[in-house]
C-alpha cells in the first residue's frame, strides 16, 4: 500500500519578536501554513500576545509525498486587511527522513522574513508525522534521509552507527 | 519590560533553574519570573533524605546483641571527612533498622562521597545524648561508603555496601564479614511540589495621569529577620486598572512551607525602574488558596509612616485568586531513578596550535610525574561526575584535527585507533586512549567542530531510533577558535532536537570570544545558514584556566545546567520516567 501524501501534526506553538514595518506587532497575529500545492490551514488569532504572540494550536497538514517544503507564514489582521508580517519555508527533510524514529516529535524554530526578505522575528512550532499504522510497528523507523542532511559537506570517514547500535 | 527578556519559545525554554520554574514548560510562558531566576544561576538542588538499615552486622557484646549506631560523613575533595548527623542507638540488634534520617542537598555537578561507620554504643553510655558519645570509648563493627549519585540512580534508590575494617586495618587480608548497610535516599517531596496561581487585580487607581499605568505584581517570602527576599514576579500588563496575570508558579521549597508569610505587592511600572508600589497583601499560601476557595478579593494596603507610627490605609483595590492548584512534577531524580541515563561522550583537539606533544610547553605534553594536563583535567573533572550516570560506563571518545598514522586529516578520528568503534572502557579507557592518540597521530589542523557535533548527533538519534531513554552530553576540549563557525551552528541547530547537551571547555591563552556565541546563554538563539533557530540552548562554553585545588572548578560548574536541559527536553516532550 503506497500512500501518496504524508500527515504531518503541526502545533503551532509561538512567535517571538514579530515586527511591522519595523514595529513591533501590536495584536491579532495569526499564522497560515501552506503546501506548494496550495492547500492551506489556518490558527486563530492571538488577540492579547502582541509581538509575542502563542497560539499552541494544532494543525493537521497533508502534504504530498513528492513535495520538499511547507510554507509558515505569519500574518496580521489589521484595519486595513491582513498583512504579512514573516515567512519560513521549512524543509520536510527537517522532521521526516533522519535516523530518528517517525514518529519523533520535533520542536522546530525557524526565522521569519519579511516581504522584502528581511530578517523578522521567530516562529517556534513541533511537528509530528503521522506514522500509518502497518507502519508503526516496524521498530527503529530507519529512514532515507531526505535531501540534504550533511554538514557543510564535510566527510567524516567513520561509520559510527553501524557498530554503534549494538549498544544501545 | 516582560517579553523583552524572554527566549521562552512559547514557554518551552527553561526559565531559570529551581524546580519551580520548571512548572512553567508546558504552560504559557512567564517570562518576567522567567528574567528574575534566570538571574540566580541554573543550578538544580534538591533535598535528599537518607535512611539507615543493616544486615548481620558483628556481635560485640557478650551477653546480648550489639547495640549499633551509623555515623554519617561528607568527605571533601581534599579527603577530609566532615560529620553530617549521627543515628540513635537501637538496641540489641544485628539487623537494625534506624529511624534517624538525615537530609543533605543533592548537587548533580559535585561527587558527593558519603563515609557510614558503625558503633557498638555499650550500655553505660545508653543515655548519652548520641551526639556527646566518644567515639574512641566505642565498639567499631565497620565502615561502607558510597557516593550520592550512586545511590539516587538506582531504582530503589537504595545502595547496600558491605561494611570494612578501617583503612588502617586493612593490612591483613582477612576478608571478615561484618554485615551490610544499606542506605536508602528519598527526594524530599518539597522540591516537587509546584503551585499554580492566577492573580487578578479589581479597582486599582490610576497614579499616573498622564500615561496609562502598568500593573505588575511581586512576591516575596519574608525571613526570620523580617528581610524581603523576592521570589517571582508577574509581567507588566499595559493599561488596565483591573489586570489579570499569566499563570505564577511557586515551588514549596522556594518559599519555605505553604504557611510561610508572603508579600504580594502591586507595582506600576515605571521605565526609570522606579516603580510606584499601587498597595501590598501580606499572605501564606495556604492563605492563598483560602481565599481562592472564597473567591473573595482581598483589600490591598498601602503601608506609611506617621512619625513613628507605622498605619495601613486600606485601598479600595482587592487582590482575587483565580486560580490555585498545587501539582507534583517528575523531577530529576524521578527520571533517573525511572531508569533514564545521561552518556558521556568526548572529542578531543589535536590540532596543530597544541604545540608539539613532546615538548612541556605544548598543552599535550604528558607529565610522567603524574601532573595532568589541561585536557586530562577537564577529562577527569566532568568525567568523574557523569559517570555515575552511564550505566555501562562505556564513552565514545574522539579526536579531530590530525593525521592518524599518514592519512589526510581527520576531523573526527576514534581515540583509540580503532577504525570501527570509538568506545571505550571508563574514564581510565578515555585516559590511555588520549595518551596513546597523541603518539599516534601528527596534529595538524584546522579546528573544525561539525563532524564530532554530528558524530554525537547521530548516536543520540540511533538511541531514540532504539527506544532509548537516554540523554548524551559531548565534551569538547579545544585550544583555538573554530573555524567552521557556520558549519557548527548548523550542527548545533540539528542537534537542539535531540536529547543532546554539548560543554566546550577552552584550553590554553587563545581569545575565545568568537566561542561565546556558540553559548546561548550570552547572546542570541542560533541560528543556520537555512534559516532554521535553535529550539533550546544546548551549548554550554567555558575558558578553562587555573584551578585551585579543593574548590568547585569551571567546568564542574558548567554541569550545573545540565539537568535542567534534561527535564527541558523530557518535559516538552511530556515523556514520563518509568516508575
Known amino acids: 500500500m503506497e500512500s501518496t501524501s504524508r500527515t504531518l501534526e503541526v502545533t503551532v506553538i509561538s512567535g517571538e519578536n514579530l515586527r511591522t514595518n519595523r514595529k513591533p506587532v501590536k495584536k491579532n497575529a495569526f499564522v497560515v501554513i501552506q503546501t506548494d500545492s496550495n492547500k492551506v490551514c489556518t490558527t486563530k488569532m492571538d488577540a492579547d500576545g502582541g509581538s509575542y504572540p502563542s497560539w499552541n494550536e494544532k494543525l493537521v497538514v497533508d502534504v504530498p509525498m513528492h513535495e520538499r517544503f511547507i510554507t509558515v507564514e505569519v500574518q496580521c489582521k489589521t484595519s486595513g486587511g491582513n498583512k504579512t508580517v514573516g515567512v519560513a519555508r521549512i524543509p520536510i527533510s527537517d522532521f521526516v527522513g533522519g535516523h530518528v524514529p517517525q514518529s519523533y516529535l520535533h520542536f522546530l524554530s525557524?526565522?521569519?522574513?519579511?516581504?522584502?526578505?528581511?530578517?523578522?522575528?521567530?516562529?517556534?512550532?513541533?511537528?509530528?508525522?503521522?506514522v500509518p499504522e502497518y507502519a508503526s510497528c516496524s521498530g527503529t523507523g530507519m529512514g532515507v534521509p531526505l535531501g540534504d542532511n550533511n554538514f557543510g559537506g564535510v566527510v567524516t570517514g567513520i561509520p559510527i552507527w553501524c557498530t554503534n547500535t549494538g549498544r544501545f | 519590560?516582560?517579553?523583552?527578556?524572554?527566549?521562552?519559545?512559547?514557554?518551552?525554554?527553561?526559565?531559570?533553574?529551581?524546580?519551580?520554574?520548571?512548572?512553567?514548560?508546558?504552560?504559557?510562558?512567564?517570562?518576567?519570573?522567567?528574567?528574575?531566576?534566570?538571574?540566580?544561576?541554573?543550578?538544580?538542588?534538591?533535598?535528599?533524605?537518607?535512611?539507615?538499615?543493616?544486615?548481620?552486622?558483628?556481635?560485640?557484646?557478650?551477653?546480648?546483641?550489639?547495640?549499633?549506631?551509623?555515623?554519617?560523613?561528607?568527605?571533601?575533595?581534599?579527603?577530609?571527612?566532615?560529620?553530617?548527623?549521627?543515628?540513635?542507638?537501637?538496641?540489641?540488634?544485628?539487623?537494625?533498622?534506624?529511624?534517624?534520617?538525615?537530609?543533605?542537598?543533592?548537587?548533580?555537578?559535585?561527587?558527593?562521597?558519603?563515609?557510614?561507620?558503625?558503633?557498638?554504643?555499650?550500655?553505660?553510655?545508653?543515655?548519652?545524648?548520641?551526639?556527646?558519645?566518644?567515639?574512641?570509648?566505642?565498639?567499631?563493627?565497620?565502615?561502607?561508603?558510597?557516593?550520592?549519585?550512586?545511590?539516587?540512580?538506582?531504582?530503589?534508590?537504595?545502595?547496600?555496601?558491605?561494611?570494612?575494617?578501617?583503612e588502617e586495618s586493612m593490612g591483613s587480608n582477612r576478608a571478615r564479614n561484618l554485615g551490610k548497610l544499606t542506605v536508602h535516599a528519598e527526594e524530599c517531596i518539597s522540591s516537587k511540589t509546584t503551585m499554580e496561581m492566577i492573580f487578578r487585580c479589581s479597582d486599582l487607581e490610576s497614579k499616573d495621569l498622564f500615561s496609562r499605568s502598568g500593573p505588575f505584581l511581586v512576591i516575596s517570602k519574608v525571613v526570620e529577620s523580617g528581610i524581603q527576599i523576592p521570589v517571582c514576579k508577574t509581567e507588566v500588563i499595559k493599561g488596565d486598572l483591573k489586570p489579570t496575570w499569566k499563570p505564577v508558579f511557586l515551588n514549596i521549597q522556594q518559599v519555605g512551607s505553604k504557611d510561610n508569610p508572603l508579600v504580594i505587592e502591586c507595582f506600576n511600572f515605571n521605565s526609570s525602574g522606579k516603580h510606584d508600589l499601587i498597595g501590598e497583601v501580606r499572605k501564606s499560601l495556604a492563605d492563598l488558596e483560602k481565599l481562592h476557595s472564597s473567591g473573595q478579593g482581598e483589600n490591598l494596603f498601602l503601608p506609611t509612616s506617621v512619625g513613628?507610627?507605622?498605619?495601613?490605609?486600606?485601598?479600595?483595590?482587592?487582590?482575587?485568586?483565580?486560580?490555585?492548584?498545587?501539582?507534583?512534577?517528575?523531577?530529576?531524580?524521578?527520571?533517573?531513578?525511572?531508569?533514564?541515563?545521561?552518556?558521556?561522550?568526548?572529542?578531543?583537539?589535536?590540532?596543530?596550535?597544541?604545540?608539539?606533544?613532546?615538548?612541556?610547553?605544548?598543552?599535550?605534553?604528558?607529565?610522567?610525574?603524574g601532573r595532568l594536563n589541561a585536557y586530562q583535567r577537564a577529562i577527569v573533572e566532568v568525567g568523574e561526575v557523569l559517570q555515575f550516570y552511564d550505566s555501562d560506563k562505556r564513552f565514545p571518545a574522539w579526536g579531530f584535527g590530525a593525521r592518524p598514522i599518514d592519512g589526510p586529516v581527520s576531523h573526527c578520528f576514534n581515540l583509540n585507533g580503532s577504525s570501527h568503534h570509538s568506545?571505550?572502557?571508563?574514564?581510565?579507557?578515555?585516559?590511555?586512549?588520549?595518551?596513546?592518540?597523541?603518539?599516534?597521530?601528527?596534529?595538524?589542523?584546522?579546528?573544525?567542530?561539525?563532524?564530532?557535533?554530528?558524530?554525537?548527533?547521530?548516536?543520540?538519534s540511533h538511541s531514540l531510533a532504539n527506544s532509548g531513554r537516554k540523554y548524551f552530553v559531548l565534551l569538547i576540549i579545544t585550544d583555538g577558535v573554530v573555524t567552521d563557525l557556520q558549519e557548527t551552528k548548523d550542527a548545533l541547530v540539528k542537534a537542539s532536537d535531540l536529547p543532546l547537551s554539548i560543554l566546550i571547555v577552552g584550553v590554553g591563552g587563545a581569545d575565545f570570544k568568537e566561542m561565546e556565541i556558540l553559548d546561548a546563554d550570552k547572546g542570541e538563539r542560533l541560528e543556520s545558514s537555512t534559516g532554521r533557530v535553535a529550539s533550546r540552548d544546548i551549548v554550554q562554553f567555558v575558558p578553562f584556566r587555573d584551578v585551585q585545588s579543593g574548590e568547585i572548578s569551571v567546568v564542574q560548574a558548567l554541569l550545573a545546567e545540565l539537568p535542567t536541559q534534561f527535564l527541558t527536553y523530557m518535559r516538552t516532550r511530556e515523556i514520563q520516567p518509568i516508575s
Not at chain 2, 483565580?322 to 533514564?340: E, I, R, V, W
Not at chain 2, 578531543?348 to 606533544?357: E, R, V
Request: charged fraction near 20%; glycine fraction near 8%; charge should be negative.
Open chain 2, 1 to 166: 519590560m516582560g517579553n523583552c527578556c524572554s527566549d521562552e519559545a512559547g514557554g518551552r525554554t527553561a526559565v531559570g533553574g529551581t524546580a519551580a520554574s520548571m512548572g512553567n514548560l508546558n504552560n504559557a510562558p512567564n517570562d518576567a519570573v522567567g528574567h528574575f531566576l534566570k538571574s540566580r544561576g541554573h543550578a538544580l538542588f534538591s533535598q535528599i533524605e537518607l535512611s539507615y538499615s543493616a544486615s548481620d552486622l558483628r556481635d560485640r557484646d557478650v551477653l546480648s546483641k550489639s547495640d549499633p549506631m551509623v555515623i554519617v560523613y561528607t568527605k571533601g575533595r581534599d579527603g577530609v571527612l566532615e560529620e553530617l548527623g549521627r543515628t540513635e542507638v537501637v538496641l540489641n540488634s544485628l539487623n537494625p533498622k534506624w529511624i534517624t534520617k538525615h537530609t543533605i542537598t543533592y548537587q548533580f555537578h559535585i561527587v558527593q562521597t558519603l563515609v557510614f561507620h558503625v558503633y557498638d554504643v555499650d550500655t553505660q553510655f545508653h543515655n548519652v545524648d548520641v551526639k556527646m558519645l566518644k567515639l574512641e570509648e566505642q565498639q567499631f563493627l565497620g565502615e561502607g561508603s558510597g557516593v550520592l549519585s550512586q545511590i539516587i540512580t538506582k531504582s530503589d534508590r537504595s545502595l547496600t555496601l558491605d561494611l570494612v575494617h578501617r
Open chain 1, 110 to 130: 525557524y526565522r521569519l522574513r519579511d516581504n522584502k526578505g528581511e530578517r523578522n522575528g521567530i516562529i517556534n512550532i513541533s511537528v509530528k508525522a503521522k
Open chain 2, 423 to 460: 568506545e571505550v572502557e571508563g574514564i581510565q579507557g578515555i585516559m590511555m586512549a588520549y595518551t596513546s592518540a597523541l603518539l599516534n597521530v601528527s596534529l595538524a589542523g584546522p579546528t573544525l567542530f561539525g563532524p564530532v557535533i554530528s558524530n554525537a548527533a547521530l548516536i543520540a
Open chain 2, 308 to 369: 513613628h507610627n507605622y498605619q495601613n490605609k486600606v485601598l479600595k483595590s482587592q487582590l482575587f485568586v483565580d486560580k490555585f492548584s498545587q501539582s507534583t512534577k517528575h523531577s530529576f531524580l524521578d527520571y533517573l531513578a525511572g531508569g533514564c541515563e545521561m552518556n558521556f561522550m568526548v572529542a578531543i583537539d589535536f590540532t596543530a596550535s597544541n604545540g608539539n606533544p613532546r615538548l612541556p610547553d605544548s598543552l599535550h605534553y604528558i607529565d610522567h610525574s
